[in-house]
């Protein structure tokens, strides 16, 4: 088995406020976003720390990438901006309280270290070469070309368990099956829908008029919409029956992996999801008619039911078990590149290479980038690609 660190830096606008010291149910309560990705601590171990902010230019330039409308100041004011979380321990905290100088930690303690954008400096990373270092951007978006970085994370489902491309498949929110529902459950008994996010903005101000509704009381299904206090939200999906996505913008599908683990049966359109996520195919719907009949089917017919709540575990689980062999995979390519080339290392080449690779690489990377995407070639795709970000 191998040991992980888990990295984020203080002025990130999301994930958990804490370290090894909080429980992991502590560190979802003081996300300032998301769930995230709560397996690599529940299910490998792995340590999480926060450190100071990294205000190198590539560290910047792949923050102001991601989120347009964040400025340096922002990124001070959430360095120390307060929350408040259902814990005893520190239920008043800010990310500064748990900041670390990654010059000081132990890294030759871990075989993988995941770092959110470049929290590690490319200093620390050059030092540790032995190191499997893994980069998760924030939106999947990761550049062209990068210095000591071997893998970045894609924010997709994991379809297979081989790496490949200098690319491991995670998704963004990777949690154990029936994780959500065991620790944030009110009852056994689940009733109603929760309506996913990006559905609320069209349909509740009018869900009282509107006709799909009043066919969910027809079927004795309440509805229930987000909450931003992230417990209650959790709390709420995990009461849920049905998680249904109604309209609304195109998603990577976080919020569906949640609710698979909250065992709230995912409902939703064909074009609803891009995130690879391997759904049953009976949950897909055609329209809001079609809908209502498999919510009518699925109300009388419970055995079926939880044979499509039973399906959504296996999705989980596979989730978990490709992801561990990506990890193993691309750690072990790493471990044989480096014995490799330990007999055939010539200083003077490698330094030749090195100022030819600092210099010119920038350039032909950008080029490269560019001309393509005005060519508007499938292979480099603007939404999932950034221009090359070198150190």
Request: charged share 25%.
């Amino acid at each position: 088995m191998f040991k992980i660190a888990f990295i984020k830096e203080a002025c990130l606008q999301d994930l958990w406020v804490g370290d090894n010291n909080d429980t992991s149910l502590d560190l979802i309560r003081s996300s300032l976003q998301k769930v995230g990705p709560i397996g690599l601590l529940e299910i490998f171990g792995s340590d999480f720390f926060i450190v100071k902010s990294n205000n190198s230019k590539a560290a910047q330039k792949i923050r102001f990438s991601q989120i347009h409308h964040l400025s340096n100041k922002d990124y001070k004011l959430i360095e120390t901006t307060k929350i408040k979380i259902n814990s005893l321990r520190l239920p008043s905290r800010c990310p500064k309280d748990f900041s670390h100088d990654p010059e000081k930690i132990n890294w030759s303690k871990y075989d993988i270290v995941i770092s959110h954008n470049f929290a590690v400096p490319i200093s620390i990373r050059r030092k540790y070469p032995s190191i499997l270092w893994i980069c998760l951007t924030g939106e999947g978006k990761y550049p062209l070309q990068s210095s000591c970085w071997d893998y970045f994370i894609s924010h997709d489902y994991p379809n297979t368990p081989v790496a490949e491309l200098k690319t491991i498949c995670m998704p963004y929110c990777f949690v154990p099956p029936k994780y959500i529902f065991d620790n944030f459950k009110s009852s056994q008994d689940k009733k109603g829908i929760f309506i996913e996010i990006n559905s609320k903005t069209r349909y509740q101000k009018q869900f009282n008029n509107t006709k799909i509704f009043k066919k969910f009381y027809s079927l004795n299904l309440n509805v229930e919409f987000h909450s931003e206090d992230i417990e209650k939200n959790l709390k709420k999906i995990a009461s849920s029956k049905y998680f249904i996505k109604l309209g609304g913008r195109h998603v990577r599908g976080n919020s569906f992996l949640e609710a698979m683990s909250a065992s709230s049966l995912c409902l939703l359109n064909y074009n609803d999801c891009f995130g690879k996520i391997p759904f049953h195919q009976y949950c897909y719907f055609k329209d809001e008619e079609h809908l209502i009949e498999k919510l009518q089917f699925l109300e009388k017919n419970n055995e079926f039911f939880n044979e499509l709540l039973n399906y959504q575990d296996l999705v989980l689980q596979n989730m978990i078990e490709n992801v561990k062999n990506q990890f193993e995979t691309a750690l072990s390519k790493k471990r044989k590149f480096l014995e490799s080339n330990r007999s055939s290392i010539n200083s003077k080449k490698i330094s030749i290479k090195s100022i030819f690779k600092k210099s010119l690489q920038p350039i032909i990377g950008s080029a490269c980038y560019n001309s393509l995407v005005r060519m508007d070639d499938p292979s480099i795709d603007p939404i999932h690609y950034l221009p090359p970000i070198l150190e």
